[in-house]
């Protein structure tokens, strides 16, 4: 499995990112999907995630901010993220849990600063 994500940036408090994760060499529409995100010295966590069905999870630092969904025929997930605060600042990743652990793509890298 192939995962590419992209859409990061620099981006000042309060402003929206929009981040998207290409994935091939799956069955992507039964695929159960999760944004996670690794901030310097923190454990990865996962920050939303959408099943098949298109059913969605939010953490709550997250919550009422960020919007997953999904595009079956592009095999593409996406991260809307809103209202961006310091704290998002890290390395984010697409990935889900039927995949090997050796398939975690690159990342794409979100700042936020003034």
């Known amino acids: 499995v192939q995962l590419v994500e992209s859409g990061g940036g620099l981006v000042q408090p309060g402003g929206s990112l929009r981040l998207s994760c290409a994935v091939s060499?799956?069955?992507?529409?039964?695929?159960?999907m999760g944004w996670y995100r690794q901030a310097p010295g923190k454990q990865r966590e996962l920050v939303a995630s959408?099943?098949?069905?298109?059913?969605?999870d939010y953490a709550d630092a997250v919550k009422g901010r960020f919007t997953i969904s999904r595009d079956n025929a592009r095999s593409t997930v996406y991260l809307q993220m809103n209202s961006l605060k310091p704290e998002d600042t890290a390395v984010y990743y697409c990935?889900?849990?039927?995949?090997?652990?050796?398939?975690w793509g690159q990342g794409t890298q979100v700042t936020v600063s003034s």
């Open positions: 990935f889900s849990p039927q995949f090997p652990d050796s398939d």
């Open positions: 060499g799956s069955i992507f529409s039964r695929n159960f």
């Open positions: 959408i099943t098949s069905a298109g059913s969605t």
